[in-house]
């Protein structure tokens, strides 16, 4: 999917900062870009934060955008920085999120269906209603504000804009979910869905995971909507996580030796990000990634293969660590683009990039079979276990995925198996809790590969004391448990 370009609804350079600044418990008052001058022919213009979330949330679902990549920009054309840049970016995010809550109450306030409504008005009212449900700021700035956007977008829409809004406001958002919400009691998943802004396969999927527990479900729904922190890597070798918390203004991981949590901000402008001492990557991926490096392993150790590497976080931390141990990655990537990222995150580092399919094991001459100590499937998935980082992948992903997905997965994995040496080992990873592209896909892909397979205990190569990593042999890391995405490792040996 590329993100979106165009800048449909710029209004010039009409706006200026709205001086923003946070509420108490960090919420948002309507001083964040509340400031506003009167545009051409004597209409208020939109101040530029509101104009800025909404230019976000519009490419996101007009041109299948994505927030972290599109929002950036926008920002950086408008010059927004410090508490504006921080209100657009709530704004965004927040709204993404909750957009099956915000629908629903959107529908129920309107009178039809939230699809019925004009694009630019749909996206404009779901910002407005974000702020009035989810915000502190004001009712009255709320509405006014989003008029004023609807008045720049849609302006035959004003009147109906204001009316909607106004009802809305009618209510706080656990009136709305009590009111259009199906009974816990009949519908447990139904409720779950509309209450905390989920797809009701991705909630069952969840709820599966866990072994029905419908509590752990939900602490985990409310942690999916939270704003997670920015983790950084220290690399080994070029940086150590606790001075890097000192010198970012962050603290130490609480799992990864190699995680730094940052409250905010844009890593990318961090010397260390820069000069390639540390890398942005969720402590969660840093984990599953070590984990490979740390199992034990009988017999040569020098050859280690990624074969899924875009856009480059794991190969970074697995380069790191081999330049440690004298030993040499090979990082495989299908798509050219992601395979120069991949070139770019592991520079200086001993890492060979191979812009090739990792499925062509024994037919490259560049990836025989039996010939890797250790690798590393970190195989394309639904996504399911970073919707707190990518909130549109909700939205966007549907069970019909998983067909063409699993089938990749047990390709590559099988593949992995061709490449791994007899006693090597391969980790397999996915950033999905879904049991199909997790259980289901390891046991099966093992059980067709025509090689021997052992399963390795993963616990005891994540760090001791890590709470909630289940019976084993693999592991499901868990937002609500560990701060992480909802990584899964599983650790297989080759006969």
């Known amino acids: 999917m590329r993100p979106a370009t165009s800048r449909e609804g710029r209004w010039g350079g009409r706006e200026r900062p709205g001086g923003g600044r946070p509420a108490a ?48 920009a ?21 709204t993404l999120r909750h957009l099956g809550t915000l629908d629903a109450i959107l529908t129920a306030a309107a009178g039809r269906e939230v699809q019925r409504i004009d694009p630019p008005v749909r996206d404009a009212l779901r910002l407005g209603a974000y702020q009035l449900l989810h915000t502190r700021v ?17 302006p035959g829409a004003t009147g109906f804009a204001n009316a909607v809004l106004r009802e809305v406001a009618g209510r706080d958002v656990d009136s709305w979910v009590q009111q259009l919400a199906p009974s816990m009691e009949t519908d447990p998943i139904g409720h779950l869905s509309l209450a905390y802004s989920h797809p009701q396969w991705v909630v069952r999927a969840f709820a599966e995971a866990l072994g029905g527990d419908l509590g ?27 001075a890097l918390a000192d010198e970012v203004g962050g603290a130490p991981g609480a799992f990864s030796p190699y995680a730094v949590y ?25 984990l599953v990634a070590a984990a490979l490096a740390a199992a034990p392993l009988e017999g040569p150790d020098g050859r280690w293969l990624d074969l899924c590497a875009g856009p480059g976080g794991k190969a970074g931390l697995l380069g790191a ?11 495989v990537e299908v798509a050219e683009h992601r395979a120069r990222l991949v070139a770019q995150a592991t ?16 037919q490259d001459p560049k990836l025989p079979e039996g010939h890797f100590d250790r690798v590393l499937v970190d195989a394309p998935c639904t996504g399911l276990g970073s919707l707190r980082r ?23 994995l099988g593949a992995a198996l061709r490449a791994v040496r007899p006693g090597g080992l391969v980790a397999y990873v996915t950033c999905s809790p879904h049991t199909v592209e997790t259980h289901v896909t390891v046991t099966e892909a093992a059980r067709r590969s025509g090689v021997p397979v052992d399963f390795v205990d993963a616990r005891p190569l994540l760090p001791a004391g890590m709470p909630g990593l289940g019976e084993g042999p693999t592991v499901q890391l868990w937002p609500h448990r560990h701060g992480t995405d909802a990584m899964f490792l599983a650790v297989l040996r080759r006969g």
């Open 390 to 412: 990518r909130p549109e992948s909700r939205w966007r992903r549907q069970p019909s995925d998983l067909a063409a997905l699993t089938r990749l997965q047990r390709e590559l």
């Open 74 to 94: 926008i920002l950086r054309e408008e010059g927004l920085v410090g508490r504006d840049a921080a209100f657009a970016t709530e704004l965004t995010y927040g």
């Open 216 to 242: 752990e479900t939900t602490r985990l729904l409310i942690e999916d909507n939270e704003r997670p922190p920015v983790h950084l890597c220290a690399r080994p070798g070029r940086a150590d996580a606790v």
């Open 138 to 154: 004001p009712a009255h700035a709320a509405v006014s504000s989003t008029v004023d956007l609807v008045r720049a977008v849609g």
């Open 321 to 331: 660590l081999a330049a440690q141990r004298d030993a040499r990655l090979t990082a």
């Open 347 to 362: 520079k200086g580092l001993p890492v060979t990039v191979l812009n090739t399919d990792g499925r062509t094991v024994g």
């Open 25 to 72: 418990g960090g919420r948002w008052s309507a001083r964040s870009g509340a400031d506003r001058r009167a545009g051409r022919g004597g209409r208020p213009a939109v101040d530029r934060p509101r104009q800025a979330a909404y230019e976000a949330v519009a490419a996101v679902n007009r041109d299948d955008a994505f927030a972290n990549l599109v929002l950036p």
């Open 262 to 286: 940052l409250a905010g901000g844009a890593p990318g402008d961090l010397p260390a990000v820069a000069d390639g001492r540390a890398h942005v990557q969720d402590e969660g991926s840093q």
